[in-house]
């Protein structure tokens, strides 16, 4: 059985061209209009213990777009939400759909899911990772710049969940990876060791860094993600604080390269992790990036389900 919950653990580098050409393939297929019922009668559970757009959007459509069907399940709907633990919750959904899509807090919970259920478990974003964005970033850099090796990938900003499924996905992807983040912010070791490994096989090279100019030198994609994440409101003011010199601006832009392209994975909050002459001007992709999430979903979703 094939689950999509960590981008390291769960895509091969084979999976990973596997999943990119599913998705261009769909993609073709949908702009032509040409029907492509490959999960014809099939159903997928969508657990939400956090907001969403673009996540719930594109699973429950590319569902539709599938031949099959999607249900959204809040927690405010649901009994997990009332205290039903997650080993239930598994053995019930697993005896009435063919999938689960969560988007929660703890990582722990997904896996748990995965373990006590018997089908296929998709991590829809948790505190530690993002791993459904990341492929729809790498389809997008792909569409962008023609292909994805030995390409300059920069994050600046906050070592969260993002940051760590892209630095999983673009190392597998054999990208050169720098990552700024302020010393007690940057991405836990786990994934930076799981990167380097993956740069040895490909020849790419992994930078951590403090230095928000010397990771973006060069950078053919810049890339940023909110300061303050989902269950972290409250350290806001904080935040804006201590990530204020990783700020996404026309100076940061003016180091990459010429031709490098803006990426966030939205929601943005303009004049904090991006000015708005940046990710509303020439070089920003982030609504054809938001647009892949649908397409990589649909690829995702043969994968783990077909
Ligand atoms: N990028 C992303 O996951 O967006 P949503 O929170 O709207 O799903
Ligand atoms: N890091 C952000 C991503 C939102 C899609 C969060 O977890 O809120």
Known sequence: MKHYIDFHEDVSFEDLDKMLDIAVDLKAKTKAGIPHPILAGKTLAMIF????????????????????????????????????????TAHVLSGMVDGIMIRTFKHSDVEDLAKYGS???????TDDQHPTQALADLL?????????????????????????S??????????????????????PDKYVNQAKKDA??????????????????GADVIYTDTWTSM?????????VEIFK????????????????????CLPAYRGYEVTEDVIDGPQSVVFDEAENRLHAHKAILVNCMG
Not at 50 to 77: C, H, I, W
Not at 119 to 125: D, E, Q, R, T, Y
Not at 245 to 263: E, L, P, R, W
Request: proline fraction near 2%; glycine fraction near 10%.
């Open 245 to 264: 010199d990783y700020q996404v601006n026309s100076k940061i832009m003016g180091v990459a390269h010429k031709d490098a392209i803006f990426m966030h």
């Open 49 to 88: 213990t956090k907001s969403s757009t673009r996540t719930r959007v594109s699973f429950e459509v590319g569902m539709y777009q599938l031949g099959g069907m999607a249900l959204f399940l809040s927690n405010n709907d649901i009994q997990i939400g009332r205290g039903e633990t997650i080993y239930d």
């Open 200 to 217: 040895e096989v490909t020849g790419s090279k992994i930078l951590m860094t403090t230095d928000p100019f010397e990771a973006a030198d």
């Open 231 to 239: 269950g972290q409101e409250a350290e806001k003011a904080k935040r």
């Open 140 to 164: 997008t850099i792909k569409e962008h710049k023609g292909g994805l090796k030995g390409l300059k990938f920069a994050y600046l900003g906050d070592g969260n969940n993002m940051a760590n």
């Open 119 to 125: 089908i296929p478990v998709i991590n829809g974003l």
């Open 166 to 187: 892209l630095l999983q996905a673009c190392a597998k992807a054999g990208m050169d990876v720098a990552i700024a983040s302020p010393a007690d912010y940057t991405c």
